[in-house]
């Protein structure tokens, strides 16, 4: 059975396979003239933010290297000043930093659920 960290990490995870699919293909001057999809990577990057307020402390302490208090930032950001974001800092956050968080949470993933089959073994 997985945990509340493990859920809410493999629901970061698809958002963050939800932006890869959205900008496959593009560019920064394609992306940055296409408002639907600017639009929503960036409401999928918020969203990624939300999740990652609910992770627990532990579980973002133990990961360290992930920049959890910039991605709760940047979803602050986008929900409070939404008109003052800039295009090209959601092209970079998706087009840089999504595949890089992809990564580590992943890695994380896989850290908690064998950690949690090895516990289940006992």
Not at 9 to 21: G, P, S, T
Request: one cysteine or more; proline letters at 2%; glycine letters at 4%.
């Amino acid at each position: 059975m997985r945990n509340k960290d493990s859920i809410i990490l493999m629901k970061m995870i698809n958002y963050c396979k939800d932006v890869a699919f959205l900008i496959e293909g593009s560019d920064y001057e394609e992306f940055i003239g296409n408002i639907m999809r600017n639009r929503a990577c960036t409401q999928t990057v918020a969203q990624i933010g939300e999740l990652s307020k609910s992770l627990t402390e532990s579980l973002k302490e133990k990961h360290s290297d992930v920049p959890w208090k910039g991605i709760r930032n940047l979803r602050n950001f986008i929900s409070h000043e939404y008109e003052k974001i800039e295009r090209k800092t959601i092209w970079d956050v998706v087009a840089e930093s999504i595949p890089q968080l992809l990564e580590q949470l992943e890695a994380i993933l896989k850290d908690l659920d064998n950690n949690t089959n090895i516990k289940g073994d006992n």
